[in-house]
């Protein structure tokens, strides 16, 4: 047997409240004691004992990205090796993959990969409609038996309000939440125009007029969650919004909660971290969906974080290839990487003194399990050593050339926070070479 002591670690524990420094002891996959100060009755035998000097470092529950696409299933096991690296021990993959997973057994067979890994553990939505088309709802029932944690279309809104009210009728009974893309379609994804789809590339506005692009208005997204949230009211469902973006949705979701409507949201970084003015130049990493809006917007996001309005911080991962990325805008993909970026975008937030370390931590770990009534371990005795160590302090440069995925929205970015080790199931998974040298001999 290995003992593993932590001596003089900052410990936050978001789910209690606990943030004291400790030395913390753990023995194969268990944490036996958090306490002021190492017991060594605790122990026993003559067993091989490893002890770190964690003095100014921090140990915080895994990271849980509640919305990364994958793109391909294929691709999942490097996205696993990248995630583990960056702090994220458990994350949920959209529905609108290839193959898209929308049967029970796929589900199935992709969670089980990582059951038993060292790796990112895998969850999953189950498609919201067959197909992701919108039309024809889903077997919701045999994919929540097989551990499907909630329903959407992924990147596609869900249009038809009748399809919207049954899927949440049905969600409903079996406790499960529909998480919506929420944007008008009809004003933002796809205008027909006689025989030409013409489809939205950035918030509509004055510099939208300015650049020759064509707007996508902030409205599109309220009016669709507007809509959804009395069909909410009407049929009891738990509604989740993802990557929420604007001020006037940030309104409507906190009046819905004052009701006490059960109504939870997301945002993700690029929404309270930059504007629409950082399209001027045309690069098309900042080509998302939904698109980067104006100030007013980004201010409101992180007004609703502050507030605690918006739950919870993902992702939104959705890695591009250069070929798709470097084309005429008009022509590239949607989207940009993020599940290398998270943390330490998250914990901007904090270094700016908007939100206490606590409720950062909040938004990225216990939050989400709440949100998706899932089970993962978090810091206390005789529970599973699952966490992560990390420096908060830590100085560098955000560099699209060492990042694993691409693009990234956010290159030559300062920022503060490094992931030095996650720990699953009491093994060391990843460990910075940082957190090596703190090995006392």
């Known amino acids: ?71 391909k299933t294929e691709n999942l ?116 125009a006689s025989t030409t789809s013409i489809k939205g590339e950035m918030n509509e506005g004055e510099i939208s007029t300015r650049l020759g692009l064509i707007g996508i208005p902030s409205c599109a997204e309220v009016i669709m969650i507007e809509r959804d949230i009395r069909l909410a009211e009407l049929t009891g469902a738990h509604y989740h919004i993802a990557h929420v973006s604007t001020r006037d949705a940030v309104d409507v979701i906190r009046k819905a909660k004052k009701k006490g409507l059960n109504i939870t949201c997301d945002t993700a970084p690029p929404y309270f971290s930059l504007n629409e003015t950082s399209l001027l130049t045309y690069d098309t990493s900042y080509k998302l969906s939904p698109p980067l809006r104006a100030d007013e917007d980004r201010l409101a996001i992180i007004e609703g974080i502050q507030d605690r309005t918006i739950d919870a911080i993902a992702s939104d991962h959705r890695a591009r290839s250069k070929d798709t990325k470097i084309q005429p805008f008009s022509a590239a993909s949607i989207g940009a990487a993020g599940i290398e970026t998270l943390f330490f975008l998250t914990l901007e937030l904090v270094h700016k003194k908007i939100i206490s370390l606590g409720q950062a931590l909040s938004m990225i770990t216990i939050n989400p ?43 030559g970015r300062q920022v503060k926070g490094k992931i030095l080790s996650t720990f699953i199931n009491g093994n060391p998974s990843y460990v910075h070479p940082i957190l090596k040298e703190k090995i006392i001999k």
Do not use: W
């Open 77 to 192: 096991e490097l996205t696993q090796e990248i995630a583990i690296k960056n702090g994220i021990t458990s994350m949920v993959i959209l529905p609108n993959q290839t193959p898209k997973l929308n049967n029970p057994s796929i589900i199935d067979h992709i969670q089980r990969q990582s059951e038993n890994s060292m790796l990112t553990k895998v969850r999953v939505y189950g498609a919201a409609t067959k197909d992701d088309q919108g039309l024809e709802i889903s077997e919701l029932g045999l994919m929540s038996e097989m551990g499907a944690v909630g329903f959407t279309n992924g990147n596609k809104s869900i249009k038809n309000s009748l399809v919207m009210r049954r899927l949440m009728s049905y969600a409903s009974m079996i406790d499960r939440p529909i998480i919506q893309h929420a944007e008008d379609d009809d004003l933002s994804g796809l205008t027909q």
């Open 1 to 71: 047997m290995t003992y593993t002591v932590f001596k003089s670690i900052k410990v936050c524990n978001p789910a209690t409240n606990f943030n004291e420094t400790s030395d913390v002891v753990i023995l194969n996959d268990k944490i036996i004691s958090i306490s002021k100060k190492f017991n060594k009755k605790a122990i026993k035998g003559d067993n091989k004992v490893i002890f770190y000097d964690c003095a100014g470092l921090i140990m915080a529950p895994g990271i849980v990205d509640m919305r990364v696409n994958l793109g």
């Open 369 to 411: 399990t709440k949100i998706l009534k899932i089970k993962e371990p978090t810091l206390l005795e005789n529970e599973t050593a699952t966490f992560i160590i990390f420096d908060k302090n830590y100085k560098h440069e955000i560099n699209k050339n060492e990042l694993k995925t691409s693009p990234t929205p956010f290159n």
